[in-house]
């Protein structure tokens, strides 16, 4: 897994465009340098990958729409 990935993502404020019925974890501490990547990031239990269920992605996924592009 790329962990850069998830550093540019958290990074991107793209979360500000999500309700609180969906969410990812808070992340609380990022930095990144030469040869490291830390991501201190809040636990959050519940579903997620391929435990989502096609309803759960519809949603969001007209949630996401809604905030973008309306």
């Known amino acids: 897994m790329s962990w850069r990935r998830e550093f540019d993502l958290y990074n991107s404020k793209l979360v500000d ?15 990144i340098n030469e040869d490291e990547i830390q991501l201190w990031m809040e ?16 949603k969001t996924s007209y949630e996401l729409y809604n905030q973008l592009f309306l």
């Open 17 to 31: 465009y999500f309700s609180d019925s969906f969410r990812w974890p808070e992340c609380y501490y990022s930095e």
């Open 43 to 58: 636990f959050v239990e519940g579903n997620t990958g391929l435990d989502l269920k096609l309803e759960m992605l519809e």
